[in-house]
């Protein structure tokens, strides 16, 4: 780069300058930007006395700041980028670099280096935010002088999400303060946190295809971005029975059977698993209310309820609760075996199942623009962001699903996932959950992927 700064001199393309930034400013059509701009006297420099100053530059002669290497553009161009522009500079903190130690008196600025680096490296495309939509100009304009080898650089819309924060130094700060468990917890918008979630590659892939790209500052709902997540998986991961807040229902009739349980019946290619019925179950707290009302559908004393999957309803008989805690400890029932159809069908699982930590998590912030809120985004923090279901119970069939991930199974293929976050699976009646990455062999932990709706909490 210092070779080509030389070369830019020889061609007159490029001189020593001594203005200071007020000065510079006044060049460009002052503080306002209304008056003529002008060059310096130091644009009439030869080439000699450019090289000889720009060597003196490099073997410090100059104090930091007192000469410059500008680039000789076009002060006419109603653009910025070509009012002679700074090419190399002496910096005011001559720290050692990190790896030409204090080699260097003199560094290329970002708009000398970037284009020709793009050139060396035979890049292409250079893709960039609208910011650098000036910078366009001066960055063909060197390249043209200078390389062989001309990359295009091409400017994009920068995607946001609502709700959430997105730049680096945010991040850090959840990170560095402890808010989060790291720059991949799944409540943060990083590539390593929404893989760590569970979301599929492809389902993020669907998310971009269908904003498209544009040059607008595109600011998207997370609820679109959930909304693609789930219909994506609706249709490519198996179903299983899981329970976040056992309660054990005995069922006294109920004999030991085998219930044959497709993993998706609207993909039979999925293939199914066994659910050994036993008398002992385990349905979800929230199904059961020990005093029954006329707008409530599921388990109640006398009432009758489906069981997903199973050939008769039940109807709870009696319960029992712990005199300290007051809690439902458990529920007796019998099979319905005449009654009618059910209205509302709830999942269990059998005792005996396995266990699993399951992690829900929500949105991290409370308001949709956490960084407008006085006191900036810390103050703005939901602090019910995660909720841990340290007993949730899940059907034996997770077992064949953890074997045969990554889901999507065709995807896998193509993605090559192999992490705990590409065992998939929609929780019945709860939400998508994928494992997450503190699971041991001995130990499930789940994290929530998307709930099933958008809103969710409103089950009959
Ligand atoms: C910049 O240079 C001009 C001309 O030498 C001088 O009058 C002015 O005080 C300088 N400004 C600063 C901020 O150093």
Not at 133 to 147: F, G, I, K
Not at 356 to 379: M, W, Y
Request: aromatic fraction near 10%; charged fraction near 30%.
């Amino acid at each position: 780069m210092y070779d080509l700064a030389e070369e830019l001199i020889q061609k007159e393309k490029a001189y020593v300058c001594h203005c200071n930034e007020s000065e510079t400013k006044l060049q460009r059509g002052g503080e306002d930007g209304l008056t003529p701009r002008y060059r310096c006297e130091h644009a009439k420099q030869d080439v000699d006395t450019n090289l000889k100053k720009f060597r003196d530059m490099r073997d410090g002669e100059y104090a930091p700041q007192t000469a410059w290497l500008r680039m000789k553009q076009d002060i006419e161009n109603p653009n910025p980028q070509m009012w002679d522009i700074a090419a190399y500079r002496i910096p005011k903190n001559q720290h050692p670099h990190l790896r030409t130690g204090t080699k260097w008196r003199v560094y290329p600025t970002y708009d000398f280096a970037h284009c020709l680096c793009d050139s060396f490296e035979g890049i292409t495309h250079s893709l960039c935010t609208t910011e650098f939509v000036l910078s366009r100009e001066s960055y063909e304009w060197l390249n043209q002088l200078l390389v062989e080898f001309q990359p295009m650089q091409r400017e994009y819309g920068r995607l946001k999400l609502d709700g959430t924060v997105m730049s680096k130094r945010d991040l850090r700060r959840l990170v560095e303060e402890k808010v989060v468990r790291g720059w991949d917890d799944p409540r943060l918008y990083t590539l390593k946190g929404i893989r760590r979630r569970g979301v599929p590659p492809a389902a993020l892939l669907a998310f971009i295809y269908e904003l498209g790209v544009t040059t607008a500052l595109t600011s998207i709902n997370i609820k679109r971005f959930e909304q693609t997540i789930r219909r994506y998986l609706e249709k490519t991961v198996p179903r299983l029975m899981l329970v976040l807040d056992p309660v054990r229902v005995v069922i006294e009739d109920a004999e030991e059977q085998d219930l044959d349980i497709p993993f998706l019946s609207k993909a039979p290619k999925m293939g199914s698993h066994i659910i050994r019925l036993t008398k002992s179950i385990y349905i979800d707290r929230s199904d059961f209310r020990e005093v029954d009302s006329k707008d409530y559908f599921r388990l109640a004393p006398g009432k009758i309820v489906g069981l997903l999957h199973m050939p008769y309803a039940i109807k709870a008989t009696s319960f029992t609760k712990d005199e300290a805690t007051g809690a439902v400890t458990e529920i007796k029932a019998v099979f319905d075996k005449d009654g009618k159809k059910p209205k509302t069908f709830i999942q269990w699982v059998p005792e005996g199942s396995p266990k699993a930590e399951v992690r829900i998590h929500t949105a991290l912030f409370k308001s949709d623009r956490p960084k407008s809120v006085p006191g900036g985004f810390i103050n703005d923090i939901n602090p019910d962001s995660e909720t841990i279901w340290p007993n949730a119970v899940i059907e034996a069939g997770f077992y064949e699903v953890r074997r045969r991930a990554p889901w999507p199974e065709a995807e896998g293929e193509k993605t090559r996932e192999c992490g705990p976050e590409s065992i998939r699976f929609q929780g019945m009646r709860v939400a998508y959950f994928a494992c997450d990455s503190d699971s041991t062999d001995d130990k499930i932990v789940l994290n929530r992927i998307v709930a099933l709706k958008e809103d969710p909490g409103k089950s009959s």
